[in-house]
Every structure is written in C-alpha cells, then in structure tokens.
C-alpha cells in the first residue's frame, strides 16, 4: 500500500483539469482499498479533483457519500473536508446529509470514537469543528434542518465548556453556528452566556473570540450587547490594535439611528490616527455607508462627508462626492432647512467657501464637490458676493499644487457664475487666457469654450442657467425634431434606417422619459456623472430585521428528536470504534442555497506547548434558571413598611457617560422590531414532549407500590 499512498500523493500534487478523465476512475476504486490510508488519500485526491473542476466528481457522488460510513473514523474525518466545499457550493442537494452529520456529531460529543482522536481530553475536536461549519451552512434560513441540530448543539456546547483551549474553540464554532442556523430562543441564550464568559475574561486571545462572537448575535438581537456596555468601551482603549479593531466592528454591526453620532465619531477618530491603507479603506466606507443610513439631518450628513473627504482623500470613492451632490441640490428644492433654520444649499455654500479661502490643501473628490456647489449654488450665499466668490474660485485654480481635473471643475464653476455677474472680471481673463495654452487637452477645450461664451453673455446666459442641474428635464425620446431632415435625406435617396434584431434597448419603453428619472443630472457642464438612477434622501430609518425579536421568547418546552440508527442513525461499531450506517436520506422541503463565510479560528486555540490556561470562570456551564428570576418577594409574612428615603443619584462618570450614548436606542431597537419580524419569521415552535401510558405489567408494578 506504500506504493500506492506515493502515487496518490504525487497525483494531489500534480494532476491538471486535462488529466481528470483517465485518473478520476482509478482513484474512485481506491475509495474501497482494504488499508484506510490509502482510502483517506483518495478521499483527499477527489477534493483535489473537485477544486480543480466541481463538476468532474458529480458522476462518483454516491461513492463518495460511502466515506462518512468508513470504520475508519480518519478516513471519514478526511472525507468531511469536501463535505463542507460541497455544502458551500450546494446546500441544498446535501440536505439529506443534515442527520447523518448530526449523529457523527453525537457519537463523538458521547465519547464513541478511540481515545486515540482525544485531545487534553477533548473528544476529535478538529472533527467537531468541520462538523459545525457543515451545519452551520445547511441550517441557514432553513427550519427544517435547524430543528434537527439544536439538541446536539446544545450537547456540545455544555461538553466542550471545560477551561482549555481546545474547548474554547469548539464553544467558538458552536455560538458562531447558533448565529448562523434558523434562530432558537434557548441556544440563543446559552450562545448569549459563552459569550459573556469570553468578554468577561482577562485572557485578551478569549476576549477577542468574545468581541467577535457579539458582533455575530446582536444581529440577531441587540439587547445581549447592553450587559457588556463599559467592556466594550474598555476595549476601544486597549493598546491591542486586533482587539480595538473588533471592537469597532462590534460598533459598527450595532448603530442604530439613536447612537449614530456618537459611533461616527469614534470612526472618525480612529480613521484620524489609523495609518493602514488597508484599514482606512474599510473606516471609509463604513462611515459613509452609516452616515447614508442613519443620517439624522443634512447638516451632520455634510459634515460627516467633509470630515470623510479631508481624512480619507483618495480613498473615499466617487459615488459617495455624487450622493453629497445630489443630497444638497434635492434637499435644497424640497425646502430642508437645518437645525438653525439654514436652507441646506445656503449652509453647503458657506461651509464650502471658508474651506476654499483657508487656503489649505484639500483632497482632489473634496475640490470637486467645493467646486461644483459653489458654480451651482452660490448666487445664493448671504455671506459673500458673487463677485468675491468668482475671485476666491480664480485664486484657488491658480494654486501649483492643484490636479488638472480640479481646475477643469473650478473652471466650469467660474463659468457659472460669470454667466449671471453683470460684467467679466479681469481675473477671470487672465485664467482663460493662461488655461488656453494648458497641457491638458481637457482643461484646454474648455478654456476655449469659455472664452467663445464670454464674446456674448446673452448666450452664456442662455447656456448656463441658474439651478439647471434641479431642473426637470423634458426628453423627446421620439426625436421629432430631427423629421424634417429626415424626410428630405429620404427624398435625396437615402436609405431608410432599418434597426438591428437584437437590439439591447428594444425592451426600453420610450415613454418612460429620461432613463435616469428625475435626479440630478450630474454630467453637465463637466459634472460628476450620473452613475446613479435617484438622488441620497433622508428618510426616516425603520428596521425590518426578521431576526430582531429572536432571543426574547420564553426557553421553554421540548426540543426536536434527532434521527436515531435505522432509518439514517448512528450506531456505535464494536470494538473498533468506527461510525457506521450514517448515510440517511431525508425529504421535506429544504430552504434556499445560502453561503457562509468562515472566518479563521484564534491562533491560541492550536497552541501545543501551553494548551490550559487559567479558567476565567469556574465551573461548567450551568442550564439551571435562577431560583427566583422575576424578583418576586414572598408574600406570606410581609414585612413592616419603613418610609422612602431618597437616594442620592450618583454623577456619572465620562466612561459611563460614553457608555450610555453607544448603546442608546439599542433595547428600543429590539423591541419596536419584534413586532414588525414576527410576522416575517417567528422563532421555531418548540414541540411539548408527548407523556404515553406504560406497558401493562409496569402499571400492576406501580399499583403494588
């Protein structure tokens, strides 16, 4: 068999998609090979063969599905590796698979297999964790198949919580599945527990597990994060830039319309002093994304964006300058106002002129939205005349260190305003004269341009209106202008256009206006584009998340039994400690095919030279409810009243002061949305174990006692 065990390797290593069909045959037979070495490189070849090309292996399936039944528990730990490539793939064509994985799973949680596969006492933990991220793929948004795990889960997490590493990892991968899986209110709660542990914790590698595992279940319902409140505030000043980094994404998972300025804030300051190209990408983006959702009015909406534009620079991308435009000329036209009762276009002019005259560099995106604001709209401003606003605009394109796409904007901005001003400033002059001659080809032409528009203002006048970006435009799709030279090209001879079969816009309906509806057409006059169908508009934030109201439903009742041997059990092999009979089928209808994302586990989980640690909690955990949960007194000898007396409120400090404006709105979130999801997906109805009459001669045993 050494021979063979070298070919099977050399053939992993070696084959290409072109060798698949002669070797795929020969390596099927060896799935059957008498030493199970050889069977579990097979086993690794076939997945070679699935990476390289997933449908080569589909035909040998059926031989494949045969490994998890091997007596051999390393050549079915193996086989599990294409397992969860398969499930990720397809979930739903493995679905049958749901009870055999489930009572793999038992067996071993039960200590069936050799204590060859224990490690420090814990029971194949790597096949454990395969096992759950299998799961976790196949329960997702599927009832039917969740209902099936959620004994086993509940299992493995109450037998791997005992203080090493090792367990730590599996409790990892188990909560990780419970938020993944159709939610269940009491593995939410137990999930909720582990989790507290991890926080609580001052080993920072079992924090950081905590973090993370957090920002996976207050997805499913914010109130678990209300407990660990000065934790996660502790967190963000921790000297560990991993541990910071989490916790923001903590924060982030968990904004809400009450507590988003107090999270961008803290964002920013990060994005402030963070130096990784890497992470100040992602800052961006999630400061943009919650600026865009949670908005509480335009004025912090432009100012966030500004904050964003001279931090960021570069790295914010376009779509985000074009929203800001269309925000301020669409809130504009509505009539919003700010705080103070500024027309937002007016507060957007001042706020962009002073950045212009502070004469400090600003970022290309941010020049350009400078730019454009104040061609379009400032006429408007209260502050400043046009005239002083045209010469801060020619100052500022004569600048050295300004790109030539800024000047081209600043330019066309210029020509907006010089449109409407009575006369041509010379400064205006000496800037077209100098553009002219520019190496840009782009900034040429439209010197050029404008230097023909200023021989008449009426026509500039006539060009350029004022606001022309907010006006409703009236597209003639039929193009009847163009009739009259049509008819006389006919006339001449010409032949008549005769449209392409496969035309792409033949499904267009040229009643349906302008294609890009009414938003604000960003492309004129050398404008942003309009890469977007609608303008950014504040809307009031309402939370639909269908998984809100999970984790508030009372635990209790029955649980759903896991199929048993017979009909796609388990039973336990004598003597060798195999696995055997797990290939179960099963039908029902099976939810939609879902992907998950893994995320690597913590390096200390893997640790061999120190693999216990000091348990941060003692003892297991623990599934008995408090004796008195709902702080009922007794009122059967009731105490003397003694009179009130007040207590003296103690001043917060500044940390419980932040605190408190983190996780704001965070309880209100999660109840204004239980009503709102039940209706969408409700928790799964837990089965009341069902009480049946004993066999007879138990019952004339219970008489004679």
Known sequence: FLEVSMALIVVAKLVNAELLPALLPLVVKLLEHPHPNVRKKAVLCMHRFYQLDPNSITPSLSQVRKVLCDKDPSVMGASLVLFLDLVRDDASANKDLVPSFVSILKQITEHRLPRDYD???????????????????????????????????????????????????????????????????SLIEDAARCISRFVASDNHNLKYLGINSLASIVQINPKYALEHQMTVIDCLEDPDETLKRKTLDLLYRMTNPANVTVIVDKLTTFLRDANDTFLRTDLVTRITQLAEKYAPNSAWYIQTMNSVFELGGDLVRAEVAHNLMRLVAEQGEQGATTDEGEDVRVYAVRTYLEMLQSKRVLPTVLLHVVAWVLGEFGHMSKAKSVQEIIESLCEAAERPQIEASSRSWLLVAIMKLVAHADTIPPSVSDVIKRFKH????????????????????????????????????????????????????LAAGAEPYAPPEDDDEAGVDPSAGHPYGHGLGLTRHGGAGDDHKEGLKLTPYQNNDPYANVGA???????????????????????????????????????????????DNAAATNNNNDNTVNDPYSGGASNAAPSNPYGVQDMSSPSPRRAAVPEKKRELTEKERLAMSLFSGVSATSSSTASASSASRAAP?????????????????????
């Open 553 to 599: 439903a009372p635990a209790n009742g029955g649980v759903a039994a896991i199929a048993s041997s017979g009909g796609g059990g388990a039973s336990a092999s004598g003597g060798s400690g195999g696995i055997s009979g797990l290939v179960a089928t099963a039908s029902g209808p099976w939810g939609p095919d879902v992907d998950s994302d893994e995320e």
């Open 438 to 489: 520019s190496a840009d080809v782009d900034l040429q032409q439209r010197a050029h341009e404008f230097f023909e528009l200023t021989k008449s203002l009426d026509t500039m006048r006539a060009v350029l209106p004022q606001e022309a970006d907010t006006a409703h435009l009236i597209v003639d799709a039929d193009l009847s202008f163009l009739d009259s030279y049509v008819d006389e090209a």
């Open 119 to 185: 490690y420090h006492r814990m029971p194949a933990p790597w096949i454990q964790l395969k096992l759950l991220r299998i799961l976790a793929c196949l329960g997702t948004a599927d009832k039917i198949s969740s209902e099936g795990m959620y004994e086993v889960l509940h299992e493995v997490m109450k037998r791997a919580d005992v203080g090493i590493n090792v367990g730590y990892a599996i409790v990892y991968e188990c909560v990780r599945t419970v938020t993944t899986i159709y939610p269940d209110a």
């Open 685 to 705: 109805v837990q089965q009341q174990p069902q009480h049946h009459a004993p066999p007879p001669h138990q019952q004339q045993q219970q008489q004679q006692q």
